[in-house]
């Protein structure tokens, strides 16, 4: 292996930084000694409870139950809300940054506690009680926080489900949550182009009984159709609301939310979160990992539809008090500069991005990143999929002029908040590292059989022991929750993925090793393509694997075996693309698909994968054996006509 570069935390950023290294061994040493003691500490700083807790944890994991807080009482809305306006109400809350760079407008604490109280009324008086499921289909509007917090007021769940989703895969959210009501806008914008969300909706709606209330925020203007009895603006019912709502006492282990993401198997699964555990760790690691302090301007460029959106923008943020930007668009739009006029224009701190915005926008030179200023950027941040090492030199040098320390931050839906990551005044970095474990977090790597490795290792990647902000249960199959992460390595939580430890005990995250992909950052289950695929008149049998892609960090390649009288020429291809894109959504579409007479499978049935991965990533000298095969003979054929050369 080549040398590691290694940085060390900027003298500059050191000296004004919250947590030194010192001060995080000691605090990592005392959160694994006395856990428990440790998080009653954090619970009581962070966060304002109505009733304390009986007992801080119960958890074991050959069992996967977890409870955190146990007796306690809190709203995450009065935590996010409320308890600032007596020292913040005038501070902004949201930043909100539109598609176009001539909108923006700053939402302050008081003008937050109102909108959400209205609208937490609006759904009350819509029959939305405590424990009932709301959907989320939103742009990134400030109504879509106001929404997530509206929800959380009442004691309702929310499941957002990411604005670039199909209605297909709206309904299925939908249907499985059981939602009785669903917020969304006319259309959405993102990059100059409109997309219409309440017709999406309306598609989906039509087979959703559970769902008496569609409430449309209206971001355009654009032409919808109404369902008198279902239908309800936004505008025109918040407006008649009192905005006086008294947060509802929710226990610590109420759900706060969920979120479906994608598994190896089968239909996404609906992750839910509590909310005593959950606010603590996404409040508690968005200080430290991004070293937030008063007055900091933040911003987290996901899209509330995914985890990252939730305990980033909303959550973490909020319930520290702070200031966090919202951004409608894209990164390249209306230029490659996007990103860093608006970290200009809003004197933004601390920029927290994926690595496949970083790869894009390195792949359109310096000379965008170089004529911005970017003198109030102090931190960097990257989520979502593993950085290789020369984005992350790029994002250092040109983007945060050497002088930004970066957090490379490995978490999941199901964790919930961040968990390996520098703190950056504490940290040594190196690039494509998410280096050590955030406080309370044990780590461990095992080999295949669950043996744990020591030192310097490759392995599985497994947490030891539970935190707060764990997942709590598969919405509607708790026995998916124990089957998918807590049967693998007995004892532990499997996190699907692989990692290495370096002698410095330095975590690097090398991606998967189950069947999923991670597709620009986004999740994605092979088998929900395969399913997608085969709904396809044309299509008899399809196999679809991940393969290296220089800006997505990971492609889609699909192996379709076509019926007969079908050819596979580009023109059905293109129809394929598209089908997936109506089925799951333009995330999912496959960037190469091979036509293939046949497929490699055992003398039982089952498609050896593994070759597929082979022949898509063009390793063709490490195929493996072969022999086994029900009909060697694919593989020449597929290998011949392999499309990734
Ligand atoms: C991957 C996103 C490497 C990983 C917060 C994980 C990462 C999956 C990193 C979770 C990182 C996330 N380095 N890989 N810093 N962060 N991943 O649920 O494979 O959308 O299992 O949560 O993304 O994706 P999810």
């Known amino acids: 292996m080549s040398e590691v570069k290694r940085y060390p935390v900027p003298d500059s950023f050191r000296q004004r930084a919250l947590m030194d290294k010192t001060r995080y061994e000691e605090w990592y040493r005392a959160s694994i000694e006395e856990p428990d003691t440790f998080w009653a500490a954090r619970a009581t700083e962070f966060l304002d409870w109505s009733r304390p807790w009986d007992k801080v944890s119960e958890w074991d994991f050959r069992t996967g139950d977890a409870a955190w807080f146990i007796g306690g009482e809190l709203n995450a809305s009065y935590n996010c809300i409320d308890r600032h306006l007596p020292t913040r109400a005038d501070q902004t809350a949201i930043i909100w940054e539109g598609d176009e760079p001539d909108q923006s407008r700053h939402i302050s604490y008081r003008e937050l506690h109102e909108q959400v109280s209205k609208l937490a009324n609006v759904l009350k008086q819509r029959g939305v009680k405590k424990g009932d499921r709301v ?14 917090l509206a929800c959380a007021r009442i004691g309702a769940v929310h499941s957002v489900v990411f604005g670039g989703f199909s209605p297909e895969a709206l309904k299925d959210r939908i249907q499985d949550a059981e939602a009785s009501a669903v917020i969304t806008a006319d259309e959405g914008v993102r990059g100059g182009r409109t997309v219409s969300l309440k017709a999406n909706a309306d598609k989906a709606l039509a087979h959703c009984p559970s769902v008496h209330t569609c409430v449309t925020v209206r971001r355009t203007g654009g032409k919808v159709n109404w369902d008198e ?17 008294p947060p509802e006492p929710m226990g610590a282990e109420d759900p706060l939310f969920i979120l479906y993401t994608s ?7 609906g992750v839910l979160h509590t909310t005593g555990g959950y606010l603590l760790c996404s409040a508690m690691t968005h200080k430290y990992v991004f070293d937030y302090q008063d007055g900091d301007i933040y911003w987290c460029t996901a899209d509330v539809g995914w985890v990252t959106g939730h305990s980033y923008i909303v959550y973490g943020p909020l319930a520290n008090g702070a200031t966090t930007l919202m951004f409608e668009g894209v990164p390249t739009y209306p230029d490659a500069s996007r990103c860093w006029q608006v970290v200009d224009k809003h004197k933004v701190n601390i920029f927290y991005t994926a690595p496949t915005a970083i790869r894009a926008l390195m792949g359109l030179g310096d000379a965008p990143v170089t004529k911005t200023d970017r003198g109030s950027l102090r931190l960097l941040g990257t989520v979502g999929e593993p950085i290789n090492p020369e984005a992350w030199e790029w994002y250092h040098r040109v983007v945060g002029e050497d002088r930004c320390p970066i957090v490379d931050t490995w978490w999941q839906t199901e964790t919930g ?75 532990t939580y499997f996190t699907g993925d692989g990692a290495r430890r370096d002698e ?15 597709i620009s950052g986004h999740r994605l289950g092979t088998a929900e393509i395969e399913s997608a695929l085969v709904l396809h008149p044309a299509v008899a049998e399809a196999a679809v694997v991940g393969y290296p892609h220089d800006i997505k960090g990971q492609g889609v390649y699909a192996y379709v075996n076509l019926m007969a009288g079908h050819s596979g020429d580009e023109a059905l291809a293109t129809e394929l693309r598209n089908f997936v894109a109506t089925e799951i959504g333009a995330i999912a579409k496959p960037d190469l698909i091979q036509f293939a007479p046949g497929l490699p499978k055992t003398r039982s049935g089952k498609i050896m994968r593994r070759i597929l991965r082979k022949i898509a990533t063009n390793e063709l000298d490490t195929l493996g054996d072969t022999s086994t ?17």
């Open 504 to 518: 410095d005990g330095y975590y690097w995250i090398t991606g998967r090793v189950d069947d999923v992909l991670n």
């Open 263 to 269: 598994g190896s198997t089968g239909k996404p699964k």
């Open 417 to 491: 908040s961040i968990m390996i990551a520098p703190i950056p005044g504490a940290t040594d970095t190196k690039p494509g590292s998410a280096t050590l474990p955030f406080f309370g977090v044990q780590p461990a790597l095992v080999d295949a059989d669950g043996k744990a490795l020591e030192g310097a290792a490759s392995g599985n990647l497994v947490i030891k022991a539970s935190w707060p902000s764990q997942i709590r249960t598969v919405y509607g199959d708790h026995q998916r929750m124990i089957d998918t992460y807590f049967s693998t390595y007995k004892g």
């Open 229 to 245: 009895k279902r239908d309800v603006w936004y505008h025109e019912a918040v407006d008649a609301a009192s905005a006086d709502c």
């Open 629 to 645: 095969l029900a009909d060697p003979s694919v593989v020449d054929q597929l290998i011949d006509n392999r499309l990734n050369r």
């Open 135 to 148: 959907c989320l289909y939103m742009p990134m509007i400030p109504e879509a926080a106001y929404a997530m």
